[in-house]
């Protein structure tokens, strides 16, 4: 039986392990040593590495898992990934019988320029471009594409399972409730991500029907939304890309 696992990295990464009793595919395995503890202490075989793009805290670790299991490595065509076996862009699917998981790629630009995201079996591993209540820097696309690929995502299906590569989502909550003070959903939210980060629980995996309701970032066409946003650039903003692009600048420095 498929089931998923947060091995916790560095300060607030998750590296996310798909595995069953006997397999394992690791997301974004910036450390390897965290990998090895829990893979040894499960008595499991890597089968693959999948990245979604080329940070160092999400591919440090590929060389080590690599040599330890020979496992290809799945990453973005148009990026330098360590160790990478097999390039992947839009249409792109990865099927791994060993674990029943079928993957489709996106390509969603705005983070890194060549950042992708893995859909299958009803979950999303989207790395540093969609977080709980919040999204990733823009850090080589646009503006736009960052959009575009967030937009992207919300067009899942609401009960789409959303792996995301931090735990960030106490501060995107403080974050979303400055920008939506009157959102019910983002108060319970605040509530039960409390609860869970106190027992030192992941936030995570959130769902798409829970990012539609509560992420700013997916909310740019809410008039609440996008009025707060002009009032905090002081600015008029025209369109939902402006929108976003008010609340990404604001959010770079809350
Ligand atoms: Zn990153
Ligand atoms: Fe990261």
New binding site residues.
Partial sequence: MLFIEPIPAFRDNYIWVARNNQYAAAIDPGDASAVLDYLDGEKLELIAIFNT?H?S??VDGNLELQTRFSCPIYGPENESIPGKTHSLAEGSRVDLPELGLKLDVFDIPG??SGHIAYHGNDMLFC??TLFGCGC?RVFEGTMAEMFASLERLSGLPEATLVYC?HEYTLCNIRFALDVEPDNPELAARQAGATRLRNKDMPTLPSTIGLERKTNPFLRCAIPAVAAMAAKHAMAKLDSPLDVFTALRIWRNTF
């Fill in positions: 793009h940070h805290d999400h983070h890194t790395g540093d990733g590569a």
